[in-house]
């Protein structure tokens, strides 16, 4: 079946500038989760949303960043003003119920010039 | 706050020894997950480890679990070039955020 998809798979923006990254999960799963990876690094948890209740958006680095799901299906990520430490892959993944196995997407390389 | 790290974090090592990858972590947790990711792609799930004790083998990598140790471990058997890649190491903790992941080890296996 279908995985994870994600897009753009790449986006180049300028500083100052807002962008908005998709997520589609896997049809049925209920959580999904946000990470960041700079280049040569591991993951940063941003946010994770788990059905209907209240998002956990511990890892959020600034109030420049902030994600919505609709329909408890489809994520966006949103970074407004961006800066050139915003530039990495950010990650999409999802899971059935919340702890399982994840299911990662193909991730969107994001470079702020 | 929980913390979960991996040794070593960078190995390289030939085509046909053996070597294991660590990963310890600082809370109580029955499970854990290790993950492959290859240059430029994403994360792919090798194991999955629900219990004390419990341990996978897919191919040359068998993973094991040690809760009371709060350990993990990531063996290579007679490695192949195939394996170059980068693992990491994810500890279930049943809130928040629900994973908490290791830095990773990127292994190189060399010809």
């Known amino acids: 079946g279908a995985g994870v998809s994600q897009s753009p798979s790449n986006k180049v923006t300028e500083k100052g500038k807002d962008v908005e990254l998709r997520c589609d999960p896997i049809?049925?799963?209920?959580?999904l989760y946000w990470y960041r990876q700079s280049l040569g690094q591991g993951l940063e948890f941003l946010i994770y949303f788990q059905g209907n209740s209240a998002p956990d958006k511990s890892g959020l680095p600034s109030d420049r960043f902030s994600a919505e799901r609709t329909g408890g299906s489809v994520s966006t990520l949103t970074i407004q003003r961006t800066q050139q430490e915003d530039s990495a892959v950010y990650l999409c993944?999802?899971?059935?119920?919340?702890?399982?196995?994840?299911?990662f997407g193909p991730g969107t390389r994001l470079l702020v010039l | 706050e929980l913390k979960v790290e991996q040794n070593p974090l960078f190995l390289s090592m030939q085509e046909g020894k053996n070597y294991t990858i660590y990963c310890n972590y600082s809370?109580?947790?029955?499970?854990l997950y290790w993950y492959r990711q290859d240059p430029g792609k994403s994360l792919e799930s090798l194991f999955v480890l629900l219990s004390n004790g419990a341990v996978k083998q897919e191919g040359r990598l068998m993973a094991s679990l040690d809760t009371k140790a709060r350990l993990s471990t990531l063996h290579i058997t007679a490695a192949v070039h195939d394996l170059s890649a980068t693992y990491f190491c994810a500890v279930d903790i049943p809130y928040g955020q629900n994973f908490v992941f290791g830095p990773g080890t990127r292994l190189s296996v060399l010809p």
């Open positions: 049809s049925g799963h209920t959580a």
């Open positions: 809370t109580t947790s029955d499970r």
């Open positions: 993944a999802s899971t059935r119920t919340g702890r399982e196995t994840q299911y």
